[in-house]
């Protein structure tokens, strides 16, 4: 069992997010977690109850869902939590899709007077939106239903918080709040080999010990592997995707540019390929 490197797990892995977050003797983690997110709108959370991940719709011809994480507080307000690793098509469709189970599970009650407990779902993403790229300090977004003209809330219960993480690139040393440190840890917890002294509070202390590896017994070290392999795979296939889709653009500006008449030198400076690749491009 020497495969896996790390000293930490990586929490973007599907086995690590739940080792983190989604058992019952590291609940005190979600609590905090969630507690540094909401706690100014919401108000503190004391307790949380896990809940089954997997929803069905009301009829057998509905769709299913099944979600990351799903937990309810003392109030009886519901928690969406999702780790998404890779973009997805109609992601946003899908959350807003998501969002209405625990919606659908209060209107089953047999006496309901249709006032609704609150819902919330988190995104933890590995990716940004498209139609967020021009915005790069901007990293956490808070949606609910508003007024457009004067963006007053119109409806409070219903709320969505995307946090999209390649963007949050703080060091260590420009940590200034609780929020920082965790989404820091998110980022970071299995590049790391020892507790920095800048995180060395009780919650987190907690969490760098249960994402120890060596703590692990065998099943759960293998379960980790496989799980990290999937994750790698996946990130090597979005990898090499990109990397194609970035030389098929070069290609089509270096075709275009020969056509133009520039000369290949010229070329080589915008593209990045090589004299003798232009000319290759120019004799075919």
Same mark, same amino acid.
């Given at each position: 069992m020497n495969k896996v490197r790390e000293k930490y797990i990586n929490p973007?892995?599907?086995?690590?997010?739940?080792?983190?977050?989604?058992?019952?003797?590291?609940?005190d983690l979600l609590l905090d977690f969630l507690n540094v997110l909401l706690k100014d709108q919401q108000g503190e959370i004391v307790d949380l109850t896990y809940l089954k991940t997997e929803q069905l719709g009301l009829t057998e011809? #509905?769709?299913? +869902?099944?979600? #990351?994480?799903?937990?309810?507080?003392?109030?009886?307000?519901?928690?969406?939590?999702?780790?998404?690793?890779?973009?997805?098509?109609?992601?946003? #469709?899908?959350?807003v899709y998501y969002a209405t189970f625990p919606i659908q599970e209060q209107a089953q009650k047999s006496e309901w007077n249709y006032e609704l407990k609150a819902v919330y779902t988190i995104g933890i993403l590995d990716f940004v939106f498209d139609s967020d790229k021009n915005e790069p300090q901007k990293f956490r977004y808070d949606i609910k239903l508003q007024d457009i003209e004067t963006n007053k809330n119109f409806y409070d219960k219903l709320t969505f918080i995307y946090f999209e993480m390649p963007k949050f690139n703080k060091s260590i040393d420009e940590l200034e709040t609780h929020f920082d440190k965790w989404l820091y840890i998110l980022k970071n917890l299995h590049k790391l080999d020892r507790l920095p002294e800048k995180l060395k509070e009780k919650v987190f202390e907690r969490v760098f010990e249960v994402a120890e590896i060596a703590?692990?017994?065998?099943?759960?070290?293998?379960?980790?592997?496989?799980?990290?392999?999937?994750?790698? #795979?996946?990130?090597?296939?979005?990898?090499? +995707?990109?990397?194609? +889709?970035?030389?098929e653009v070069k290609e089509e500006v270096a075709q275009n540019s020969i056509k133009m008449g520039l000369?290949?030198?010229?070329?080589?400076?915008?593209?990045?390929?090589?004299?003798?690749?232009?000319?290759?491009?120019r004799n075919h």
């Open positions: 973007f892995t599907d086995f690590g997010f739940k080792r983190l977050f989604g058992e019952e003797p590291n609940k011809l #509905d769709r299913k +869902a099944i979600f #990351d994480l799903y937990c309810e507080n003392e109030k009886g307000e519901k928690f969406i939590v999702e780790m998404q690793k890779s973009k997805q098509n109609f992601f946003k #469709d899908r959350s703590k692990f017994t065998r099943d759960e070290y293998l379960s980790y592997e496989d799980s990290l392999k999937y994750y790698r #795979d996946l990130k090597n296939s979005l990898d090499t +995707a990109k990397e194609e +889709a970035r030389e000369d290949s030198e010229t070329i080589s400076k915008i593209t990045g390929f090589t004299v003798e690749q232009i000319e290759k491009l």
